[in-house]
T-cell receptor, first 119, second 115 residues
Framework: EPEVTQTPSHQVTQMGQEVILRCVPISNHLYFYWYRQILGQKVEFLVSFYNNEISEKSEIFDDQFSVERPDGSNFTLKIRSTKLEDSAMYFC?????????????????FGPGTRLTVL | KQEVTQIPAALSVPEGENLVLNCSFTDSAIYNLQWFRQDPGKGLTSLLLIQSSQREQTSGRLNASLDKSSGRSTLYIAASQPGDSATYLCAVRAYSGAGSYQLTFGKGTKLSVIP
């Protein structure tokens, strides 16, 4: 069964360093998302991406964050200068485009996550 | 702003029992509602997706209902098994302005099924 994959599973970095989290969405999906979950907190939406541009972003997704689809399979989240409070589990998700109603109707499939620890 | 609440926060039941998990949301203008399962330190596994026009969805021992007007959804698990132990998350997809259709999550219900 197709699945979303993410690498690395765990990333440790020093405060102020740049990190890139990688995701490979399900191959026929067209909509991609990043979420984060701080330990013990709710899963929070960060950004969605379609047709090589950001569709929507939350207030969390500030100028320190960026996303990119560098090729036909990868989807990346970059944090330019990490802060302690960026420590969290980061989940990538994807959904396919289906018929009428648009992508708001589509089931999202999540990857296993990358645990980011900022020291 | 959409808020999603899940009650109870934790639940412990003996194996074989039927159980109900509750989810409520503040803004009934949703597009869909999705139930997920999260195992410790792992990703989210989609269990059921209910479109706003639907009343319920079933998958195996799981049945999810949606009452959009009252802002409620329930996840019914029949004949619970120890392997069902996990955190169950409810998430709603709703319009949040400026072409935005964010998925908003509840904090989850942590289920423990005792053998």
């Amino acid at each position: 069964e197709p699945e979303v994959t993410q690498t690395p599973s765990h990333q440790v970095t020093q405060m102020g360093q740049e990190v890139i989290l990688r995701c490979v969405p399900i191959s026929n999906h067209l909509y991609f998302y990043w979420y984060r979950q701080i330990l013990g907190q709710k899963v929070e939406f960060l950004v969605s991406f379609y047709n090589n541009e950001i569709s929507e972003k939350s207030e969390i997704f500030d100028d320190q964050f960026s996303v990119e689809r560098p090729d036909g399979s990868n989807f990346t989240l970059k944090i330019r200068s990490t802060k302690l409070e960026d420590s969290a589990m980061y989940f990538c998700a994807s959904s396919e485009a289906l018929g009428s109603g648009g992508w708001g109707y589509n089931e999202q499939f999540f990857g296993p996550g990358t645990r980011l620890t900022v020291l | 702003k959409q808020e999603v609440t899940q009650i109870p926060a934790a639940l412990s039941v003996p194996e074989g029992e039927n159980l109900v998990l509750n989810c409520s949301f503040t803004d009934s203008a949703i597009y869909n509602l999705q139930w997920f399962r999260q195992d410790p330190g792992k990703g989210l596994t989609s269990l059921l997706l209910i479109q706003s026009s639907q009343r319920e969805q079933t998958s195996g021992r799981l049945n999810a209902s949606l009452d959009k007007s009252s802002g409620r959804s329930t996840l019914y698990i029949a004949a619970s098994q120890p392997g069902d132990s996990a955190t169950y998350l409810c998430a709603v997809r709703a319009y949040s302005g400026a072409g935005s259709y964010q998925l908003t999550f509840g904090k989850g219900t942590k289920l423990s099924v005792i053998p």
